[in-house]
């Protein structure tokens, strides 16, 4: 089942901060977290794990809930080149990560 | 080093043709998915290769299909195109099947049916 991503979409000015959340219906394992700019390819930003590791390699933050099966992506002091369309994806149940289930993404927009 | 590379970046067909789209996963990497992205949504999972064999598939007809080479690069075909296969067809990298291994994906080719 597809994740549920909220709000649909955010507008900021530079310096402001956003939070993206990720929801499911079914238990979370991991959840994947990705952006993309208009007309590029989806660029990979976090991948939490069950018990709160992280693996990324950006400078966002973000949290995992497991009681809630909810993720949520925190934008701080926002930039100009934060804006785009985030997507978090979620793995089936102890297989691969090569099949993630997206959500329909969030539109954060970013205005001088 | 070379990023994901998927050819062709576009493509017009009718209903009723079949189509072939191309990657070439990041040296080294050995699994590639396919994903479907239709405007305004999601990628949406298609197929999963790993090692020249097929290890998921998604909710797709049997008019798509793939294979993976010993290359590791990879194929999708798509046969009697409707109108509702016009999307961002996007391919994506691993350098393995499992583990905490993030997808790395290509610019994608946009396939568009008359």
């Known amino acids: 089942q597809q994740p549920v991503q909220s709000p649909q979409a955010v507008i900021l000015r530079e310096g402001e901060d956003a939070v993206i959340n990720c929801s499911s219906s079914k238990a979370l394992y991991s959840v994947h977290w990705y952006r993309q700019k208009h007309g590029e390819a989806p660029v990979f930003l976090m991948i939490l794990l069950k018990g709160g590791e992280q693996k990324g390699h950006e400078k966002i933050s973000a949290s995992f809930n497991e009681k809630k099966q909810q993720s949520s992506l925190y934008l701080t002091a926002s930039q100009l080149s934060y804006s785009g369309t985030y997507f978090c994806g979620v793995p089936p149940r102890g297989t691969s990560y090569g099949k993630l289930t997206f959500g329909q993404g969030t539109i954060l927009t970013v205005h001088p | 080093d070379a990023g994901v590379t998927q050819s062709p970046t576009h493509l017009i067909k009718t209903r009723g043709q079949h189509v072939t789209l191309r990657c070439s996963p990041i040296s080294g990497h050995k699994s590639v998915s396919w994903y479907q992205q239709v405007l305004g949504q999601g990628p949406q999972f298609i197929f999963q290769?790993?090692?020249?064999?097929?290890?998921g598939r998604g909710n797709f007809p049997d008019r798509f299909s793939a294979r993976q080479f010993p290359n590791y690069s990879s194929e999708l075909n798509v046969n009697a195109l409707l109108l509702g296969d016009s999307a961002l067809y996007l391919c994506?990298?691993?350098?393995?099947?499992?583990?905490?291994?993030?997808?790395?994906f290509g610019d994608g080719t946009r396939l568009s049916i008359l």
């Open positions: 994506a990298s691993s350098s393995e099947a499992f583990g905490v291994q993030p997808q790395h």
């Open positions: 290769y790993y090692e020249k064999e097929e290890r």
